[in-house]
């Protein structure tokens, strides 16, 4: 009985799981759901990196949206699959992600540094503690 607690357990979790989403198979955010801070870095330049923010796949945490925002104004509100593109200005930036509605999990705010020029790729995912949003190799 032990065993097959155990394996039901795994599979639950397994089966739960989410996975990365190359920029390809991804869907972009819709209209209505870029945010008041989109607009002020919707514009591409080369003295601006390029990144992209692509949430996971998965049935784990894909009854609401997640709220993308970077250094503080609101971007994105993203599903499951989806992808938002924009651009940034060299240095340091702080990109965070929230569920929507905030119930259990809060805010994640984590700070990257980057590089006009260089196109950067990060992933939106669930973490024990809810979403998290991370640099990612896996999506190009």
């Known amino acids: 009985m032990k065993h097959l607690l155990v394996f039901l357990s795994i599979s639950f979790l397994a089966a739960c799981a989410t996975s990365p989403v190359k920029v390809s198979d991804s869907r972009p955010v819709p209209l209505a759901r870029l945010l008041a801070g989109y607009a002020a870095l919707a514009q591409s330049s080369p ?16 009854a609401g949206p997640a709220r993308l925002s970077v250094d503080g104004s609101p971007v994105a509100r993203l599903w499951t699959g989806e992808r938002v593109q924009f651009h940034l200005s060299g240095g340091d930036h702080i990109l965070s992600v929230v569920p929507e509605p905030q119930l259990l999990a809060g805010l994640i705010e984590k700070s990257f540094s980057f590089v006009p020029g260089r196109t950067y790729y990060f992933r939106i995912s669930i973490g024990e503690g809810g979403f998290t949003i991370q640099p990612s190799t896996q999506l190009q």
Not at 47 to 62: C, E, N, Q, Y
């Open 47 to 62: 003295t601006k990196a390029t990144v992209f923010v692509i949430r996971d796949a998965g049935v784990l945490g894909s």
